[in-house]
């Protein structure tokens, strides 16, 4: 891996080092939402924002057609662009794991990060939560990182019941997510962008995970869907 | 149809479009006022003393747009903290830039009241470095976004350096009365780089159109789509085109023919800006 490595911040295939990420097969997929459920309910993530979600998309022709589920989270990229575009270094990387992280007391919400993500994995906490004082600064998709420091798979992973979302450190070359990587033909979204993200997906289509023409001429349906969310985001 | 996704707000909201504006102009007319004291900058000395003073108030709302829009405006303290700040972002060279240029603005302005040219000649040779900071630190917070359609290019420090001077030159003409001799030069301004900025919005049409997907949609939309009318129209029509072509003509050399012209080159570069940040942005929101 030496050799797609350009930055010091990188530790996929660094020795004694952890680098964790997720496979994600979306043949076992069944769109059932209990990953974004749990993730809610793990961080009382707020309604209109997610850390994880499951956007779908019906592909193929009557009669052979089918729903298309594509999980998404934060990539913990190896090369986190969010990181680097951070005035105050309220966003950072944890060398040992990989995992890309939120200081929320120095977090100034200036968005910086939020534009830099090519996965929108980022969103702004709202400025009046029911249980929890962190508020009105960036948030994102831990992988869990305090079920893993204690040996613990992420929720999303411990509740999905189709297996999908697969869990391990890269650099551990019996782990099963070596042997997915190594052995599969796996995708990330947007490689183009550098990133190198770390949640690999086993039977995504580029063409469906790219952004579609749709968006120019959007259906009246997904207009309405989005000024409500908007409206509801602003409230 | 039957598609089903999670929509995603712009993170960067059309009030960073009036800061780049307020921003750029300030940097500029802090250029003029300076200008005026060498040998061949003479015709501007009538807008000196009020361009320098449009300036720092242009600073200062700038300041409070910027600490305004973040979510959390009383750690815009944290920016300062030397202990938390990171210099691969160009939002702290930017934040380190504004407090310098704001330190030097006002000791230029000092100078400018005690009529000390050797002092005021200093702080403004200084202060026009850190205000040519200014606009491009704004290019560069849209241009490292790889990600980003039309931001993502190296084009931008230097199309906003273009955009600051024409929108700060607008603002000086009107400064400027009915000084002709001023009005003449900064007629000279207004022409040169607004046919700077009209090019420099060509070659950024074209990369964007063959850019990729993202890029090409974006573009779509940026011409055609929703941002049609702000971008083509106003911004490149309205407000580059047609105050270049008035400008040419022998009434664009008169005090009245100016003054539309810088009129309408205000008009377009705010449409510019806004439609440039917001441009970059709509494409990722369905991603």
């Avoid at chain 1, 200036?110 to 600064?137: E, G, Q």
């Avoid at chain 1, 999905?160 to 450190?169: A, E, H, N, Y």
């Avoid at chain 2, 089903?4 to 059309?14: D, E, K």
């Avoid at chain 2, 490149?236 to 539309?260: D, E, K, M, N, Y």
Wanted: hydrophobic share 45%; net charge positive; aromatic share 10%.
């Amino acid at each position: 891996m030496s050799e797609l490595r350009i930055s010091s911040i990188e530790t996929r295939g660094v020795p004694g080092k952890k680098r964790y990420a997720m496979v994600i097969d979306l043949r076992r997929c069944i769109g059932c939402m209990a990953c974004q459920v749990a993730c809610k309910a793990e961080f009382d993530v707020p309604l209109g924002v997610f850390r994880t979600w499951v956007p779908y998309k019906v592909v193929g022709k009557y009669p052979t057609v089918r729903k298309m589920f594509m999980p998404r989270l934060c990539n913990h990229c190896d090369d986190p662009p969010c990181v680097r575009s951070c005035p105050v270094e309220a966003t950072y990387k944890v060398e040992d794991g990989g995992f890309v992280l939120q200081r929320y007391e120095r977090c100034i919400g200036c968005k910086a990060c939020m534009a830099s993500c090519p996965y929108n994995a980022r969103f702004m906490l709202p400025r009046h939560r029911s249980y929890t004082n962190i508020t009105s600064v960036v948030d994102k998709c831990t992988f869990c990182h305090h079920r893993v420091s204690q040996g613990m798979v992420p929720a999303c992973v411990q509740t999905c019941v189709g297996r999908s979302r697969i869990f391990g450190d890269l650099n551990d070359p019996g782990s099963e997510v070596s042997y997915l990587v190594n052995t599969l033909p796996t995708q990330v979204l947007r490689p183009e962008e550098g990133t190198k993200p770390h949640v690999f997906y086993i039977g995504a289509d580029r063409n469906h995970t790219e952004i579609g023409r749709t968006i120019y001429d959007p259906s009246d349906v997904m207009n309405a869907e989005r000024v409500m969310f908007e409206k509801n985001q602003r409230s | 149809m039957g598609d089903y996704t999670v929509f995603h707000l712009m993170p960067w909201s059309g009030a960073y479009a009036i800061y780049f504006f307020t921003i750029g102009i300030s940097a500029a007319l802090f250029f003029f006022s300076t200008r005026s004291w060498f040998p061949t900058g003479q015709a501007l000395v009538p807008i000196r003393t009020s361009a320098a003073y449009v300036s720092f108030a242009l600073l200062a709302i700038s300041g409070l747009l910027l600490i305004g829009d973040l979510s959390q405006p009383m750690r815009f303290l944290n920016i300062m903290n030397p202990a938390y700040l990171n210099f691969a972002s160009p939002l702290a060279w930017g934040g380190l830039n504004l407090i310098s240029f704001g330190i030097a603005s006002v000791l230029y302005i000092k100078a400018l009241k005690q009529n000390d040219e050797k002092n005021a000649k200093f702080f403004g040779v200084i202060g026009s470095l850190l205000a040519l900071g200014l606009p491009v630190y704004t290019g560069f917070d849209l241009t490292v976004h790889q990600n980003r359609p039309v931001w993502n290019t190296p084009l931008m420090p230097v199309l906003f350096v273009a955009m600051s001077l024409v929108s700060g030159s607008a603002v000086a003409a009107m400064l400027a009365k009915g000084k002709e001799a001023a009005l003449a030069k900064l007629r000279w301004h207004m022409l040169w780089e607004g046919g700077a900025v009209g090019v420099m919005l060509i070659a950024l049409l074209g990369t964007t159109a063959y850019g990729g997907s993202g890029s090409e949609l974006t573009f779509i939309l940026m011409t055609s789509g929703s941002l049609g009318l702000i971008f083509v129209g106003l911004g490149i029509l309205l407000g580059t085109a047609a105050p270049i072509a008035v400008l040419l003509t022998s009434f664009g050399r008169q005090h009245a023919g100016i003054l539309a012209a810088a009129g309408l080159l205000l008009v377009g570069g705010m449409a510019l800006r806004y439609s440039i940040l917001i441009g970059g942005q709509i494409v990722q929101t369905y991603f």
